[in-house]
Structures are given as C-alpha cells and as structure tokens.
C-alpha cells in the first residue's frame, strides 16, 4: 500500500477517534436528556462514520472496502431513526427540555 | 420496474458481501433474490415508492455530498462547544414548516435534521417538525429553508 494512503487512512481513523470521544465527554457535560442526545446521537455516527471510512483506505480496493462501505450506509441510515424514536418517546413521557431561558434564569447572570 | 431494480440491488449485494464466484453460491443467491423479491412484493407489499425509493437514487448524488459538508461542518461546530470550558449552549425548540408533498420526503428532512450534529427532530406532523436545537445559530439555520428546498428538489426527482 502506498505510504499516502496509508498517511490519509490514519488522520481519518484518528479524527473519528477524536470526535467519538468528544462525544463521549459530551454525554457526561450536557444538562439534560436532549442536550446530551446531541452529544452522543448525533456526533456518534458522525465518528465512526469517519473511523470506517479510514479504515478504507486502509483495506484498499477490495471487498473488505465494499462492506465498510455498506456499513457506513447502514449507520447513516438507522442512526437518525433511533435517535429520532429515542427524542420522541422522552417528549411523549413528558420529559421536559431544558430551555436555553430558564438555565438563564436559573443561573446567577 | 421496481422489481428490476430491486433484482440488481440485491444481486450486487449478495456477490459484494460473499465475494466467492462457485456455481453453487452463485444459484444460491440467485435464490435467495428471488425468494426476497417474491416475499417484498407479494406477502409484505412493501415493494413500493416508500418501500424501494429506486427513483431518488440519481439525484442522491448531488443531495448527499451537500448533507455530509453540512454535517462535517456543523459537526466541528458541536465539538468547539462541548469542549469550550463554559459550555455555551442556548437549547431551544423550533417549529419547521416542511414543503414536502410525500412521506418518503417527509422522512428525508427530518432524518436530514437529526443527522446533522445540533438538531434533533423531535415530532413530524402534517405540514412541520418540531426541533430541538442545541443552539440558537442552529435553529436560525434551519429556519432559513435551505435544507427543506433541497430536501423537497430531492423528493421531487419522482
């Protein structure tokens, strides 16, 4: 494998590992359910989506490629549902969003 | 149509994922694609315009690289504020006026919402979403309609 794509294949896995655990961290930082659905719904597929296609570049032109592929499809696909259905069986129980003018209130500003 | 379309999709997946060129995976696949097809069609009768959106499929080429600039960018944007110190989330909830004329384009934008970092479609009803936005920039960004006109010229390639 050439040394370019194997240079390109690591900043890719490197910057999906970045953005899963900033999402990660996220998860821990945000307030409430939504928010922190944001951080680990949302950012989630974004990083392993960037994990996947490094690893690609890695496995060269084969069907090894093809599958991860397919996976990336799957992810981008179904991740938005679930994290759709989760969102709205939280607003369905009446979990109630934290709200950008109460947190002001709240807080002493 | 639909069906040949259909035929070829699952072909090509069942040779991509097996990989392995004997008579005898080849018939069996061959098998298996028709029993599927027979199944979606006849007992499941989801071999539909919901079902098998084959019709979108060309103008996805250009609607999909738009989405994922989108979500690289406002990505990088979700990460810069979960790591600043002071955390500088403004949460609110919008609601989206949709432009779509059918529920696979209904489906399209709000999925396209929650797959960007920072929105997340909370409930699709008749004529809009209701969306919760991490950040005010975000909601103001989706009130501007540019992802509803290009989820609705998506759709349209009917």
Known sequence: MSLAADILGWAFILAGSFFTVVGAFGLIRMPDLYTRLHASGVLDPFGVSLILIGLMFQAGFTLVTVKLAFLVLLLLFTSPVACHALARAALHREVKPLLDDERSSSSKR | MRHVSLI??????????????????????????????????????????????????????????????????????????????????SPCLVRVPTSQQTNVGRVIYANSITLTPGTISLELTEGEILVHALTREGAEGLATGDMDRRATAFEAAL
């Open chain 2, 8 to 89: 070829v999709a699952l072909a090509a997946f069942w040779v991509l994922l097996s990989g392995v060129f004997t008579p005898f995976l080849l018939a069996a696949g061959l098998g298996s694609v028709f029993a599927v097809v027979w199944f979606a069609d006849r007992r499941m009768k989801v071999l539909d315009v919901e079902g098998h959106p084959s019709h979108l499929s060309v103008r996805a080429l250009t609607y999909w690289p738009w989405l994922l600039w989108e979500i690289v960018k406002s990505g990088w944007d979700v990460t810069k504020r979960i790591l600043h110190p002071r955390l500088p989330i």
